[in-house]
């Protein structure tokens, strides 16, 4: 099924691909696609681990009902999906403001420019791992208003799918996002809530459909062992985190072992929580938990003041400059332009799935330059062609013929599809 879907999305994105020169779509249709690529942004590989907690949510709150025999209407379903509908709207919007007043400002930034910042990420991935440490049993979240308020902790559920969900461009993004650039300022922000009620439909939908809930199982043993496999897909979000921090500083050593610093400190407090200590070992106990922190905290400053970048142009690929793709065409060469970066999650699915040996050699055949312009740090060239290509975030493909035709490709690859896009603007 997710399969066939992204076919679809695939398929359909083709048919509405433009080159740099198209004419603009109505606005209606940029606001469909905002709509679908944050309904897609749900089956995105950066999405699944956040929305995993959504899952245990509902699964905690169905199994809930089913003890206590209290089968919620649907009106009740749905005001409960209102919280976490809410968190991502609000973050999708206010990440979208701030990235369109920035661009405003001219700030060469695109889509996931936090990402960008080794701070942020830094700070992400400890986020992850302790809420992986978390449904490891490490330690518990005892925030009595999140019990009195579950619908705080759906909110703050939406606000961390944002944040998650920013490496990635589904399908149809790319074509909303850009469109956000062109469109007068409340056009062009309007398409941020409507990303984020796109993301939060799914959820919607469950509580539309009653009868879709009978799927979960009655309450037993299975739930501690799905609280285990999210923990380790918390945490393997944490450590493509750990990775990209690398991408950014060449410092992965330093932020694990402030990772290692904060899950020795969680499990402290942990032990405190099932077993409090006394008089001097509890000063104690406390005194290690503040040292381990702020040992923490000096690790991952160092590492993200450090700035020791690594060159990741692979082989068969050149670096992007304008200089080195103008030259190029007017030698008549086509030229295939690949603008990624390390925290784009699709871009290395897509180098992967699509950029095989296969693809490769067909890029060998036509005689196509590879050009990677790699955006894993700000760069205002890379930003702006970006800008000029009507794209706003990762990733971006761009063909040019030997004339110097541009063509660009749908954001999610497969092999057939870059060969059918090449063969269509080169005959």
């Not at 060469?108 to 986020?127: D, E, H, M, R, S």
């Not at 932020?255 to 969680?266: G, Q, S």
């Not at 922190?293 to 670096?319: D, E, M, R």
């Not at 103008?326 to 390390?342: K, M, S």
Request: proline residues 5%; glycine residues 8%; aromatic residues 14%.
């Amino acid at each position: 099924m997710r399969t066939a879907l992204f076919i679809l999305a695939i398929a359909t994105e083709s048919l509405f691909a433009q080159n740099a020169a198209a004419e603009a779509k109505p606005v209606y249709l940029y606001y469909l696609f905002a709509v679908l690529g944050g309904l897609l942004l749900n089956f995105m590989p950066c999405v699944l681990p956040v929305l995993s907690l959504k899952a245990m949510s509902i699964v905690d709150k169905s199994t809930k009902d089913t003890s206590n025999k209290n089968e919620k209407t649907v009106s009740e379903k749905i005001r409960q999906t209102l919280p976490y509908t809410l968190g991502v709207t609000l973050t999708f919007s206010a990440v979208g403001g701030l990235f369109l007043i920035l661009r405003a400002s001219g700030q060469a930034i695109g889509w996931g420019f936090q990402l960008q910042n080794p701070a942020f990420v830094a700070a992400i991935a400890i986020l992850f791992a302790t809420m992986a440490f978390n449904l490891f049993g490490v330690f518990e979240i005892r925030a009595p208003v999140l019990t009195t308020r579950p619908a705080l902790g759906d909110i703050m559920t939406g606000i961390i799918a944002v944040v998650a969900a920013t490496p990635c461009t589904a399908p149809f993004m790319a074509s909303a996002l850009g469109a956000s650039l062109t469109l007068p300022a409340f056009a062009g922000f309007l398409m941020f809530p409507l990303l984020g009620l796109g993301m939060a439909l799914p959820f919607f939908l469950f509580a539309l459909f009653p009868k879709s809930g009978k799927w979960i199982p009655k309450p037993g043993a299975w739930l501690f062992t799905f609280k285990g496999v999210l923990g380790f897909m918390m945490a393997a979000s944490a450590l493509w985190l750990v990775w990209v921090f690398d991408a950014l500083t060449g410092s992965a050593f330093l932020l694990l072992t402030a990772i290692l610093l904060v899950a020795f400190a969680l499990y402290l407090w942990g032990r405190e929580q099932m077993a409090p200590a006394k008089n001097w070992a509890r000063v104690l106990r406390y005194a290690a938990i503040l040292l381990a922190l702020g040992f923490a905290f000096h690790f991952t400053y160092a590492g993200f003041i450090t700035k020791n970048k690594k060159n990741n142009v692979a082989q068969g690929w050149q670096p992007f400059t304008i200089q080195a793709r103008d030259a190029f065409i007017r030698e008549g060469t086509p030229v295939f332009i690949d603008f990624t970066a390390d925290w784009c999650i699709t871009c290395k699915v897509n180098e992967e799935v699509a950029f095989t040996k296969k693809t490769m050699q067909y890029f060998t055949d036509k005689g196509v330059a590879l050009l990677r312009a790699d955006f894993t740090n700000l760069d205002d060239t890379i930003a702006d062609e970006i800008t000029k290509l009507g794209r706003a975030g990762l990733p971006v493909y761009a063909f040019y013929d030997r004339k110097g035709s541009v063509t660009l490709l749908p954001q999610v690859l497969t092999e057939g599809l870059i060969i059918r896009a090449i063969d269509s603007a080169t005959h």
